[in-house]
């Protein structure tokens, strides 16, 4: 079973089934480790913003440094009326890059490598998104899906292709960080393989390629959560600055 | 021939794993949608709470920290530029009274001098003054003693001479007569004996 590269991506209940209704709500490993990740931020956070000291400790210059480097993120991308939503993006950006780098330690669950979680973060953006876009522009919102400087010959295939980019957001979204998650751990779990089962006299070559594979994917864990934050502050862009 | 065996047995194990694999494969967990509501449930519960922790109660912490320290720092700022400028003021003020006090006590020691010449010069003038006067004196009691000695030499002459007839010729000789003689021998010689 341990051989198998996708069982590390199983979910499986720990403790009694939970059932509201028709629906199981159970507490599985994918739960633990969600539960994991935001107990950690909010303790990392709580203790990075107790005391204020001039001289920042370590712990206070994390939490500084996130919140400048996101605070930064989302002014440039999205502009000063990206404001409010602010505590989003960053509740955002930390929960994916905790989900991502909890599952870098060996024997965890990655949350977000599954298609359904990262569909339910897209979506909401997408639902929310757009929501915020109606209510800033009313109707005129859907100018978005017409650009400027377009010959009238080509304005209704434009638009079509605007409107099916548009709606293919939360799928895109979603689907590159499940993917990157999956493809890199499985990578990861096969490459684990090859070392066992070349043994003492071949092990040594997917063993190096493995230790390579771990920092890239570190690297690729807080490269998604930061391209997913960011094109969720892209899309705020479009809905609160509507210029196309 | 080493190195031809190493390569071989890893292309063979390729094989032995790729069986492993296929026994147990079963496609992805990810689209077997036994779990999808508990994954649905608890990501909005734990995101909802986290972001409700965070968007409440800490990143405002936060915000307000970075705030109070930048304002902090600038308010340092703008102390220390206060306390330059203040300094400089003084600098410029002790140089000021420096300058004064320099300027006045070359005043006080021209006042001084002037006062102490003055001064000088006044004493002197009295002590001319007092000098001249007793000079002048001394000139006249010598001018009286000059005009008064021709007199007394006469006189002494006349005794001198009526004594000196009684003892030769033993006989009283008017002292009228001697004296009319001796005038006239003094106002014929008297150039000779006094220098007048």
Not at chain 2, 35 to 62: A, C, D, E, N, R
Not at chain 2, 101 to 112: D, L, P, R, T, V
Request: with cysteine; glycine share 6%; hydrophobic share 50%.
């Amino acid at each position: 079973m341990a051989a198998n590269p996708m069982s590390q991506f199983d979910v499986y209940r720990i403790g009694p089934e939970i059932k509201v209704g028709a629906f199981d709500i159970s507490f599985t490993n994918a739960s633990l480790f969600m539960i994991l990740s935001t107990v950690s931020i909010l303790l990392i956070f709580n203790l990075g913003s107790k005391k204020n000291s001039i001289l920042p400790n370590k712990i206070q210059l994390l939490a500084e440094l996130s919140y400048t480097f996101v605070s930064k993120m989302i002014s440039d991308t999205a502009g000063s009326k990206a404001k409010p939503y602010f505590a989003f993006i960053f509740s955002l950006f930390m929960f994916v890059l905790f989900c991502n780098m909890f599952g870098m330690i060996p024997y965890t669950f990655t949350v977000t490598s599954h298609i359904i979680v990262t569909f339910v973060l897209a979506a909401f953006i997408f639902i929310g998104v757009t929501v915020i876009g109606f209510i800033k522009h009313g109707l005129g919102y859907l100018k978005l899906f017409v650009p400027s400087g377009v010959p009238a010959v080509l304005l209704p295939l434009i638009v079509v292709i605007e409107i099916i980019s548009y709606l293919s957001r939360p799928i895109s979204l979603s689907v590159r960080l499940f993917a990157n998650m999956m493809a890199g751990h499985t990578m990861m779990k096969v490459f684990g393989g090859f070392v066992i089962s070349l043994g003492i006299v071949g092990g040594w070559l997917p063993l190096s390629f493995s230790v390579a594979l771990t920092g890239l994917e570190i690297l690729v864990a807080f490269l998604q959560a930061y391209v997913f934050a960011i094109l969720t502050c892209i899309y705020l862009n479009d809905a609160l600055n509507l210029h196309h | 021939m080493v190195k031809k065996i190493y390569f071989q047995s890893i292309f063979f194990s390729f094989f032995f794993i790729k069986e492993a694999f296929a026994a147990e494969s079963g496609g992805m967990p990810q689209l077997n949608p036994e779990f999808w509501i508990s994954q649905i449930f608890w990501l909005v519960l734990t995101f909802g709470i986290m972001y409700l922790v965070l968007s409440k109660l800490i990143l405002p912490k936060i915000s307000n920290n970075l705030e109070s320290r930048k304002s902090q720092i600038l308010e340092n700022i703008e102390a220390a530029e206060k306390q330059r400028e203040d300094s400089d003021a003084k600098l410029k003020e002790y140089d000021e009274i420096i300058s004064k006090s320099k300027h006045e006590a070359n005043g006080i020691f021209n006042q001084a001098r002037e006062k102490a010449l003055k001064d000088i010069a006044t004493k002197r003038e009295v002590l001319d003054k007092q000098i001249d006067n007793e000079i002048a004196e001394a000139e006249k009691e010598i001018n009286a003693l000059r005009k008064n000695a021709p007199d007394k030499i006469n006189k002494i002459a006349i005794e001198t001479s009526s004594e000196l007839l009684q003892k030769l010729i033993g006989a009283n000789v008017n002292n009228s007569s001697i004296s009319a003689i001796v005038d006239d021998l003094s106002k014929r010689n008297g150039d000779k004996y006094y220098g007048n």
